[in-house]
């Protein structure tokens, strides 16, 4: 945990606008992170799960639209 401590210590010396910088950066990057492990993950079959049960869902009549406010589809 030394390494992870050094860390964090240098991320408590930044400015605000490097601090800004490096949150943009780390998000970023962990998006692309989850986004390979989805797919990895998708291609590997783990997932088809949840095709099967809205695919059920869909012929018992159990979906319903989704109806986000504009705001919320601004953000997207």
């Known amino acids: ?5 050094r860390i964090q210590a240098e991320i408590n010396t930044l400015t605000p606008e490097e601090y800004g910088y490096f949150r ?5 990057r962990d ?12 291609a590997s079959g783990k997932l088809d799960f949840l095709l099967e049960e809205a695919f059920a869902e869909k012929a018992q009549g159990q979906l319903r639209e989704i109806r986000l406010p504009v705001s919320r589809l601004a953000q997207r």
Do not use: T
């Open 1 to 5: 945990m030394a390494i992870v401590e």
């Open 24 to 28: 943009q950066w780390f998000w970023a």
């Open 31 to 42: 998006w692309q992170r989850w986004e390979r492990q989805f797919e990895r993950d998708a």
